[in-house]
C-alpha cells in the first residue's frame, strides 16, 4: 500500500515534470541558435553561484517540514525559513556588491552580477514552497508547479533571447520562471489554520510565534545538511570556475549545455520521485521496508538510467550536432565522455532524501565532501591528460567508484540510531 502511494505521487509529479520538460527540449536548439557558447558559459557561470546559494537559502530547515506532524509546527519552521531566506539575500547583495567592484578592478564587470540576489531568493523561496506543499502531499499543485519553473523559464529565454537580451535573457528566464512557481505554490498551499485573507495568512506565517525553538529542535538541518548541500552544488561552481580559468567561456559553454540537457531527465524524474519518496521513507515504521522501498527506487531508476548512457557513448558528438547546431559538436564529444556520470547521477539524484529520513545526515556529509575531492580531482587529472574531454571522462571515473560505494550503503543500511529514525521526533511540540 505504501508503495503504490509512493508511485501515484511520483506519477503524478512525473506527468507534471515531463510536461515541464517538454518545452526546454523542444526550444533547446532554438536558443543554442540564439545564444552564443559564451554567452552560456557567462550565464551558467552566475546561475551555478546563484543554485550553490540558494539550496542552502533556508539553511536546509525548509526539509524539515515533512518531519512536522502538527500544523503549528510546520507553520513556525515556515516562519523561520522566511527569516532566513530574508538574511542570506542580503548577504548575497552584499557578494554582488564585491564581485562587481573585482570584476571592474580587472578586464570588466557583467551586469549579470547584480541580479544575483534575485536569483538566490527566487531559488530559495521556489524550493521552500516545494517543501510546504510536499509536506501536504500536493502532487497536483507541485506538478504544475514544475511546469510553470521549467516550462516557463523556456519562454522566456526565447523571448528575451528573440529580443537580444543576450546572456542576460538566459539568466531572467530562470529567475522570473522561479518566482512565479514559487507565487503558484504560495496561492494554492496556504497555510492551515489560519483566518483572513489569502495575504494576511502568509502575513501571520511570518508572525507564528516558536521559531525559535524549531530552529534548536531541528539544528541537525543547518548544521550537518548545509553543509552537505552546499558542498554538493559546489562542485558544479568549481568546474565552470576550473573551465574559465583553463579555457574561457565557450569551454565552459560546452560544459553547461551538456550537463543542462543531460541532467534535465535526472531532474524530471529524480525530482518527482524524491518529492514523493522522502514522506513514504518518514512514513516507514520498520527498518526493512524503508530499505526495501529504496532498493525498489534504485533498480527501476537504473533501468531507465542505462538506455540513456548508452545512447550517449554510442551517438553522442551526432546527436548534439544534428539537434543544437554543428558549433556545438563538442558539447557532444563531452556527452559522450560524461555518459557514464550523467547514468550514476540519474539513479543517485532522487536518493538525497534518504539519509535525511533516515537521520544519518552526518554521514552523509563526510562522504559528500569525499565526492567534492573525487569530482574535482577527476577534472584536473582528466585534463592534464586529456583537455577538456578528458576532464569528462576523469569525473565519469572518479565518480563511478564514489557512487558504487553509495549506493552499496544505502542498499544494506544497518546504521539505525538507538531511537527509530523512521518515524518523526516525538519531542515535536504539538498544538494544544
Known sequence: MRVSALWRGTLTLLAGGAAAQVLPLLLGPWLTRLYSPSEFGQFSLLWTVATNLAVVGCARYE???????????????????????????????????????????????????????????AGALAQALTLWAT??????????????????????QLGLGLAAFGALGLLLGPVL??????????????????TGGRWRRWWAVWRTPGWQAQARLHRDFPLLNTPHAFASALQDSLALLLLVHLSGDAAAGYWALALRYLKAPAGLVGGALS??????????????????????????????????????????????????????????????????????????????????????????????????????????????????????????????????????????????????ALTPDPSTPRTP
Open 63 to 121: 526539509f524539515a517540514l515533512p518531519l512536522a506532524r502538527e500544523d503549528s509546527a510546520a507553520q513556525a519552521l515556515l516562519a523561520l525559513c522566511a527569516r532566513v531566506l530574508l538574511a542570506v539575500t542580503l548577504a548575497s547583495a552584499v557578494l554582488a556588491l564585491l564581485w562587481w567592484a573585482w570584476a571592474a578592478a580587472g578586464e570588466g564587470a557583467s551586469p549579470l552580477i547584480l541580479w544575483l540576489p534575485l536569483a538566490v531568493l
Open 275 to 420: 518529492q514523493s519518496l522522502y514522506p513514504q521513507l518518514v512514513a516507514c515504521a520498520e527498518p526493512v521496508a524503508a530499505r526495501r522501498l529504496v532498493r525498489q527506487s534504485m533498480l527501476a531508476l537504473s533501468a531507465l538510467a542505462l538506455p540513456l548512457a548508452v545512447v550517449l557513448l554510442l551517438w553522442g558528438p551526432e546527436l548534439f550536432a544534428w539537434v543544437f547546431g554543428e558549433r556545438w559538436t563538442d558539447a557532444g564529444e563531452l556527452a559522450r565522455a560524461l555518459a557514464p556520470y550523467v547514468a550514476l547521477h540519474f539513479v543517485a539524484s532522487p536518493l538525497g532524501v534518504v539519509t535525511l529520513a533516515w537521520r544519518a545526515q552526518a554521514w552523509a556529509l563526510r562522504l559528500a565532501l569525499v565526492g567534492q575531492v573525487a569530482f574535482v580531482a577527476g577534472i584536473m587529472l582528466g585534463w592534464h591528460s586529456g583537455g577538456l574531454i578528458g576532464a569528462a571522462w576523469g569525473v565519469s571515473a572518479a565518480m563511478l567508484l564514489y557512487f558504487g560505494y553509495y549506493f552499496w550503503a544505502l542498499a544494506t543500511w544497518s546504521r539505525w540510531p538507538a531511537q527509530d
Open 177 to 194: 520562471a522561479a518566482l512565479a512557481a514559487a507565487l503558484w505554490l504560495a496561492r494554492t498551499a496556504p497555510p492551515l489554520g489560519l
Open 135 to 156: 509536506r501536504a502531499q500536493a502532487f497536483a499543485a507541485l506538478a504544475w508547479a514544475r511546469v510553470l519553473q521549467y516550462g516557463g523559464a523556456a519562454l522566456l
